[in-house]
């Protein structure tokens, strides 16, 4: 399935996607009906401060960004996904937090018609203290370390497979696995918990849970180089890529078309990529849209980076991909 977008909104591709500039709300619309495999996104978070990258105000934050849950639900197959990170913020003011990220959940479900398949939560343990009057200053609260991740289905039983994300053993597993006797006995808990023999038995790995600790501490990726290199400033919001490095591989397969609706600096199109996945990233900053280019320029001169990344900036499309390589899907 070839898909067309605007060619003013392309900004730059590559084997697997397509980096466009331009309103997601617009660009989601002209999607064809149930090609999206995976939305995976982090929008500007319903900050009291404004930020450069362009965050709403709290009291209209859930509305807005309920226009893009909106405008995604023709694109999403019926086995599609919608995963949004969403950090917490306090009311302005007062050491009470802000319920928008529960109320974002609330509208998505009841007035949108998503199903919540599961909530998560990413603990960045390496986020700094804040905010400062309430964490640092008046010591009353603890630091806010945890964001929520909605992970929406448009219907009961999205695409889904635990399997692909299992993570490594506890030691004490591994020494249970390797003597079962010795650790327990098959029967029913006091919990009504059944423990079978098959308890016992290796399975390449342990179920994650749905509490993911991923430190945010990115300070010398290619991307951080060459931004500084160039002397442009880098995107200040970026996730790390373990965050959707787990839910591309959880709920796709390969050659499936994930989509990041707020890109900023592309993480998501990056990961997407190594996991030979289709994407499509859009972001309505055209600079910030262009310069996130460099995350696959690795091995390109900083000459030839500066020049690709300002006739991005000025209007033209870069093709980032070796010369063997056809882009698979877009026009």
Request: with cysteine; hydrophobic share 35%; proline share 6%.
């Amino acid at each position: 399935m070839a898909i067309r977008l605007p060619k003013d909104t392309h900004v730059y591709r590559t084997r697997f996607g397509l980096q466009v500039a331009g309103d997601s709300r617009e660009l989601l619309a002209r999607l064809p009906d149930e090609s999206v495999d995976l939305i995976v996104t982090s929008p500007p978070f319903a900050l009291l401060r404004q930020k450069t990258y362009g965050n709403k105000a709290q009291h209209e934050y859930v509305s807005w960004l309920c226009e893009f849950g909106k405008a995604a639900q023709h694109a999403l197959k019926d086995t599609g996904s919608f995963v949004l990170d969403l950090g917490g913020a306090y009311k302005r003011g007062h050491p009470i937090r802000s319920l928008h990220n529960f109320q974002v959940l609330i509208e998505f479900c009841d007035q949108l018609g998503y199903f919540l398949a599961e909530e998560f939560f990413w603990h960045n343990p390496a986020k700094l203290p804040s905010p400062i009057e309430w964490v640092n200053r008046r010591k009353i609260r603890a630091k806010d370390s945890v964001n929520t991740v909605w992970w929406f289905s448009k219907t009961e039983n999205p695409k889904a497979d635990v399997r692909k994300v299992l993570v490594p053993y506890s030691d004490r597993m591994k020494k249970l696995l390797k003597d079962p006797a010795k650790f327990y006995t098959p029967k029913v808990r006091p919990s009504g918990h059944d423990i079978a023999d098959a308890f016992g038995r290796g399975n390449g790995g342990a179920i994650p849970s749905n509490l993911l600790q991923i430190p945010n501490t990115d300070s010398n990726s290619h991307y951080q180089r060459t931004c500084k290199a160039l002397g442009r400033d880098r995107h200040p919001a970026r996730y790390p890529e373990d965050l959707p490095r787990f839910f591309i591989k959880f709920l796709t397969d390969p050659g499936d078309l994930v989509v990041d609706i707020f890109s900023g600096s592309n993480t998501t199109g990056q990961v997407a990529e190594e996991l030979n996945r289709k994407w499509l990233s859009i972001d309505e900053n055209r600079e910030y849209a262009a310069l996130s280019a460099v995350r696959f320029m690795e091995g390109w001169s900083i000459e030839d980076t500066e020049a690709a990344v300002t006739a991005m900036e000025e209007g033209q499309v870069v093709s980032i991909r070796k010369s063997h390589q056809q882009t698979l899907f877009w026009e």
